[in-house]
T-cell receptor, first 112, second 114 residues
Framework: QQQVKQSPQSLIVQKGGISIINCAYENTAFDYFPWYQQFPGKGPALLIAIRPDVSEKKEGRFTISFNKSAKQFSLHIMDSQPGDSATYFCAASITQGGKLIFGQGTELSVKP | KAGVTQTPRYLIKTRGQQVTLSCSPISGHRSVSWYQQTPGQGLQFLFEYFSETQRNKGNFPGRFSGRQFSNSRSEMNVSTLELGDSALYLC?????????????FGNGTRLTVT
């Protein structure tokens, strides 16, 4: 019940295309859903986060869509660029806790 | 503002030894969390400290321990190292432990156990 399942494991997108990464969870107590971006040799960096009281949040080219009834959320990267090539992790946590449950990660490659 | 600093960046240890990793959080941050990252298991939560008290602990054996000092700096210790402990150990800090304080990760310590 503590798992967060992320798909796909890897993704290749052409420059200018839309990258879509999906995550699903079981624990309905989760109420904070961040996405992290990690480049080789670096630690994960917070990209964007959402709470279940909103269905969508957009920051620049990055959008989180959240479906509370389906217990799913996804990251959309519009106009994908080669510089977006990285590993993306979804995560979930319960309010007041510092413990993040991470998905397995998606390795995104944006081809020029 | 300096980010989360982890030292050392790389460590090579022998099975059975113990190791101590260090983390300096962002100035003003009082919460420090540790995560283990491996290709097979991904990112897994180890423990979290706030104001020198352990607030949360993951499902790791007692060989993994940590502590936080009064200046918020944190250390984690792994005793009796096993080959499976080879991983990237990440430290993350936040101002406090609520949703308004996102986690900021360091670049990790790469531990190799031979």
């Amino acid at each position: 019940q503590q798992q967060v399942k992320q798909s796909p494991q890897s993704l290749i997108v052409q420059k200018g295309g839309i990258s879509i990464i999906n995550c699903a969870y079981e624990n309905t107590a989760f109420d904070y859903f961040p996405w992290y971006q990690q480049f080789p040799g670096k630690g994960p960096a917070l990209l964007i986060a959402i709470r279940p009281d909103v269905s969508e949040k957009k920051e620049g080219r990055f959008t989180i869509s959240f479906n509370k009834s389906a217990k799913q959320f996804s990251l959309h990267i519009m106009d994908s660029q080669p510089g977006d090539s990285a590993t993306y992790f979804c995560a979930a946590s319960i309010t007041q806790g510092g413990k993040l449950i991470f998905g397995q990660g998606t390795e995104l490659s944006v081809k020029p | 503002k300096a980010g989360v600093t982890q030292t050392p960046r790389y460590l090579i240890k022998t099975r059975g030894q113990q190791v101590t990793l260090s983390c300096s959080p962002i100035s003003g941050h009082r919460s420090v969390s540790w995560y283990q990252q491996t290709p097979g298991q991904g990112l897994q939560f180890l423990f979290e400290y706030f104001s020198e008290t352990q607030r949360n602990k993951g499902n790791f054996p007692g060989r993994f321990s940590g502590r936080q000092f009064s200046n918020s700096r944190s250390e984690m210790n792994v005793s009796t190292l096993e080959l499976g402990d080879s991983a990237l150990y990440l430290c993350a800090s936040s101002f406090r432990t609520d949703l308004n304080s996102p986690l900021h990760f360091g670049n990790g310590t790469r531990l190799t156990v031979t």
